[in-house]
Nanobody, 121 residues
Framework: QVHLVESGGGLVQAGGSLSLSCAAS????????MGWYRQAPGKQRELVAL???????NYADSVKGRFTISRDNAKNTVYLQMNSLKPEDTAVYYC???????????????WGQGTQVTVSL
């Protein structure tokens, strides 16, 4: 089994910064893409940022230039640095990893438990 544990998040004023981290543990052979998603009340879960094993990153248009995703492959950890936060960034943020437990397996999606990010005016 693969477990993702998130940390960070919290309450911040608009214009402030927060950092999230997510560590994957368990029986892991390799992890392909890792990413962050978010879900605001009454809305569907949406992709925030995704990063490949090689470090190529993609971002939602709404966070480009403000958020930075990075990863440490040796630690199976992904990070999200969030700057210039806006009230509309308020959501529960979920970590995702496409991981395989054996060489010959396809990847499966694993999710963290979610961490609340609240941005006040």
């Amino acid at each position: 089994q693969v477990h993702l544990v998130e940390s960070g998040g919290g309450l911040v004023q608009a214009g402030g910064s927060l950092s999230l981290s997510c560590a994957a543990s368990g029986s892991i052979f390799s992890i392909d893409a890792m990413g962050w998603y978010r879900q605001a009340p009454g809305k569907q879960r949406e992709l925030v940022a995704l990063i490949t094993q090689g470090g190529h990153a993609n971002y939602a248009d709404s966070v480009k230039g403000r958020f930075t995703i990075s990863r440490d492959n040796a630690k199976n950890t992904v990070y999200l640095q969030m700057n210039s936060l806006k009230p509309e960034d308020t959501a529960v943020y979920y970590c995702n990893a496409a991981a395989r437990q054996r060489l010959w397996e396809r990847t499966y999606d694993y999710w963290g438990q979610g961490t609340q990010v609240t941005v006040s005016l």
